[in-house]
């Protein structure tokens, strides 16, 4: 079992950054893989980015590809999302995720999720 809270959202200007950090509960989060995802007011939820339980290996959505940074720290049981040059299409509700199977872009193979951060980004 594994319980994530993440915090760290806001608003922000376009271009600005933010750090969002996902905090993981339970002794085997190191062997998940962590993914962030976003969903938009009546959009459906989307893959954002994704590292493998050894940070070995990143996957990001082509529309943060070079902006965003995932990374995670198995001592600290955390996984974190550098977000810089945020652009008002940014703006969501952020969540972590924790995939027993694979560091998938895939939201339904996930196993178990944040409730979620306030991510607005103004123009």
């Known amino acids: 079992q594994v319980q994530l809270v993440e915090s760290g959202g806001g608003l922000v200007q376009a271009g600005g950054s933010l750090r969002l950090s996902c905090a993981a509960s339970g002794r085997t989060f190191s062997t998940y893989h962590m993914g962030w995802f976003r969903q938009a007011p009546g959009k459906e939820r989307e893959f954002v980015a994704a590292?493998?339980?050894?940070?070995?290996?990143?996957y990001y959505a082509d529309s943060v590809k070079g902006r965003f940074t995932i990374s995670r720290d198995n001592a600290l049981n955390t996984a974190n999302l550098q977000m810089n040059s945020l652009k008002p299409e940014d703006t969501a509700v952020y969540y972590c995720?924790?995939?027993?199977?694979?560091?998938?872009?895939?939201?339904?193979?996930?196993?178990?999720w944040g409730q979620g951060t306030q991510v607005t980004v103004s123009s």
């Open positions: 590292i493998t339980w050894s940070s070995g290996n990143t």
């Open positions: 995720a924790a995939s027993g199977g694979g560091a998938t872009t895939i939201a339904k193979f996930y196993d178990y």
